[in-house]
């Protein structure tokens, strides 16, 4: 079978068609160090994760991330997704200043007028060093 690397892409393509994830570019690892998707409403719920020890509730719509193994450093980018509990509302995702470490990153969901903190149903981190 051979094999395309597509360094730009940072996947690769074998001769059947199907893509697999490459983990390096270029002898660069650009992996995802961490990933969790949890229910942020009533008690928080872990539904899949990778490095990622657990999820702490610090109040409405405010949770920590708590790695498993923490990063060399916190030269890190999170990414966000979520989704309101209630139809119909616009809310964004914010990394807090407040705790962002080697161990652990703090993430908010707001609405979009800035003034109240909500519980997102579906709340998906992802986190690349």
Avoid: K
């Avoid at 490095?51 to 109040?59: E, H």
């Avoid at 964004?92 to 909500?118: E, P």
């Amino acid at each position: 079978m051979s094999t395309i690397i597509d360094g730009s892409a940072g996947v690769t393509t074998n001769a059947g068609g199907s893509v697999n994830p490459s983990t390096t570019i270029d002898g660069i690892n650009y992996s995802c160090r961490a990933w969790v998707n949890f229910n942020g409403t009533g008690t928080v719920a872990i539904r899949g994760s990778g490095n990622v020890s657990s999820i702490t509730d610090n109040s409405a719509g405010i949770y920590t991330v708590n790695f498993t193994t923490a990063m060399p450093d916190v030269n890190y980018s999170v990414t966000l997704g979520a989704r309101p509990a209630s139809s119909g509302t616009n809310g964004r995702s914010l990394i807090a200043g407040t705790t962002y470490s080697t161990s652990a990153v703090q993430i908010q969901f707001i609405n979009a007028a800035d003034t109240a903190y909500l519980d997102p149903d579906v709340y998906c981190v992802a986190v690349f060093r």
